[in-house]
Nanobody
Framework: QEQLVESGGGLVQSGGSLTLTCAAS????????MTWYRQAPGKEREYVAT????????NYKGNVEGRFTISRDNAKNMLYLQMDSLTTEDTAIYYC????????WGQGTQVTVSS
């Protein structure tokens, strides 16, 4: 069974850092670009960042570029999101996502940034 499980969320003060982890099972992430999305309270789910299968390229939503870093370890089947200089606007549930023959979402991990 293919599955994505996020972890690493929590409560952090503005200006702080968190690293999110997405553990994949049932398939190899090396064959896929992988993406982080987030959904803030009362808002639509939005794109955050994506990384190609071999980590050749990454892309970021405008207001996280320079603060967030997406990375992956294909040998461990893991995806990461290093988040620095967090602001209250980054408060959301963060999801990892794989687009494929069947799109796959994790259950999400809550990130709360306090002022």
């Amino acid at each position: 069974q293919e599955q994505l499980v996020e972890s690493g969320g929590g409560l952090v003060q503005s200006g702080g850092s968190l690293t999110l982890t997405c553990a994949a099972s049932g398939f190899s992430i090396s064959s896929y670009p992988m993406t982080w999305y987030r959904q803030a309270p009362g808002k639509e789910r939005e794109y955050v960042a994506t990384i190609t299968g071999g980590s050749e390229h990454s892309n970021y939503k405008g207001n996280v570029e320079g603060r967030f870093t997406i990375s992956r370890d294909n040998a461990k089947n893991m995806l990461y999101l290093q988040m620095d200089s967090l602001t209250t606007e980054d408060t959301a549930i963060y999801y990892c996502f794989r687009r494929g023959r069947v799109d796959l979402w994790g259950q999400g991990t809550q990130v709360t940034v306090s002022s």
